[in-house]
């Protein structure tokens, strides 16, 4: 889980708020600005109305009306739109009267400088006054002098094209600088694939931020604890070739006693022991192999049993191979819990023929509070070894209280270890006080 880190947050913020602010205020100028720009009659097509003015303003004042009549149809005819002539006469009503700078600047259309609204349908009309007061000469804009012809294409532009453009150079911003310490990673993890097991990312990493140096130091936790696992199986294969040269130097010792005139029933005694002690190794290699491949997807068959009466069947099977040995049962009349049976019935008898190797009288086997334990007289084990005996292959310094067990090779317990985690449970072990090792099964 990353750690909330407030400075990559804020970092982020703070890209993501200034970009927004600069896109809308970008955006926001441009089409303000481009909208006036583009709502203003072009400088010539104001000449030409204003010239339009003037030669009708010159006919009007000469009096000349018939040719005034007929230049008002030509420029209709010539700009496909209406022309009028018309006198203004404001007369005010009920003892009202009217400002004289209201008079003066009263308007019939709008001033040919003026903004065009882009978004109406129709077309404004301008008015050109004459010098006469209270004469106006408008007309209707024509459709070819109305500005703004290009102005949806370029409204469409603004409002998407240049936030593509300003969000595609914050997503670029974004990915370089989370891309980057990204690829060092990947960099590191292909060199870790490709078989340099000390590769790490470590400090090197070029992000600043804590969550990619966290994601960093998971890496390498992760990196050594892979490294450490293949280390330790290639240990363990080394470890299993030098436990299985013993009893194959055994049979072949056999063997060559055989040939030196050995009894045949001896020599095959001895083959039968050895070949056994090999099938047991194989076996118990094989099997803790496969809980080793199978601890992190476990498909167990869990179910409802009395685990009273499997504790009770597993002793009198092992009673049966250590009859000199007093089990203790401290347990409840049943005990129903839910589990694998098979798997903890596996765990709970190789536990009980190990404390049978080293008990010296007796066995006490208790449940209490969803654990069972299981404690022996024996020699117990050094407190810096309480660990240590769940490893493969390890072989605690309680040999040298005991008789050497040629039979065993340092497995059961990892072999218990493993299936214990294979059923979400748990097994470590402990020295009792005046007494031998105990052995907790949490289940």
Not at 120 to 125: G, K, Q
Not at 226 to 247: G, K, L
Request: with cysteine; hydrophobic share 40%; net charge negative.
């Amino acid at each position: 889980m990353l750690h909330f880190n407030a400075s990559y947050f804020f970092r982020l913020c703070a890209l993501v708020i200034v970009g927004s602010i600069i896109l809308f205020g970008v955006i926001d100028y441009l089409v303000n600005h481009t909208e006036f720009r583009m709502s203003q009659i072009k400088t010539e097509d104001q000449q030409t109305l204003l010239k339009i003015g003037v030669q009708a303003e010159q006919l009007y004042l000469n009096g000349e009306m018939d040719a005034l009549s007929k230049y008002v149809k030509q420029i209709e005819q010539e700009h496909n739109t209406w022309v009028a002539i018309v006198k203004r006469d404001l007369t005010p009503l009920a003892g009202t009267h009217l400002k004289q700078y209201y008079l003066d600047e009263f308007v019939l259309g709008r001033d040919v400088s003026w903004k065009i609204h882009l978004y109406f349908a129709r077309n404004p009309v301008m008015d050109i006054p004459f010098a006469e007061d209270g004469t106006h000469f408008i007309i209707q804009l024509p459709n070819s002098m109305r500005p703004g012809n290009y102005w949806r294409v370029t409204y469409i532009l603004l409002q998407f094209g240049i936030p593509l453009v300003v969000l595609a150079g914050i997503c670029l911003v974004l990915y370089r600088a989370i891309m980057k310490p990204l690829k060092q990673l990947e960099q590191t993890t292909r060199a870790f694939a490709e078989g340099n097991l000390d590769s790490r990312i470590g400090n090197s990493i070029s992000s600043r931020d804590a969550e990619f140096k966290h994601i960093a130091a998971t890496f390498d936790k992760m990196a050594d604890c892979t490294a450490n696992t293949i280390r330790a199986q290639r240990q363990f294969i080394a470890d299993f070739s030098h436990e299985i040269r013993t009893p194959i130097a055994r049979i072949e010792t056999a063997i060559d006693c055989h040939k030196s005139g050995l009894s045949e029933t001896e020599m095959l005694e001895r083959v039968a022991k050895n070949t056994a002690t090999m099938r047991e190794l194989a076996e118990n290699t094989l099997t803790l192999t496969w809980l080793e491949n199978e601890r992190f997807c476990p498909n167990t068959d869990n179910a409802n049993f009395d685990l009273v009466d499997l504790v009770e069947c597993i002793v009198e099977e092992v009673k049966f191979e250590a009859p000199q040995i007093e089990f203790n049962l401290l347990l409840p009349e049943s005990k129903e819990v839910t589990s694998d049976a098979r798997v903890l019935g596996q765990v709970i008898e190789n536990v009980l023929r190990n404390a049978s190797r080293y008990a010296t009288q007796y066995i006490n086997i208790q449940y209490q509070s969803n654990q069972l334990a299981i404690w022996d007289d024996g020699p117990g084990v050094p407190n810096d070894e309480l660990e240590s005996i769940f490893q493969p292959f390890y072989r605690s310094h309680r040999y040298s209280h005991t008789q050497p067990d040629s039979h065993s090779f340092g497995l059961g317990l990892a072999l218990c270890k493993r299936q214990m985690e294979r059923i979400n449970g748990r097994i470590y072990a402990k020295n009792m006080p005046n007494s031998g090792l105990c052995i907790l099964i949490l289940l």
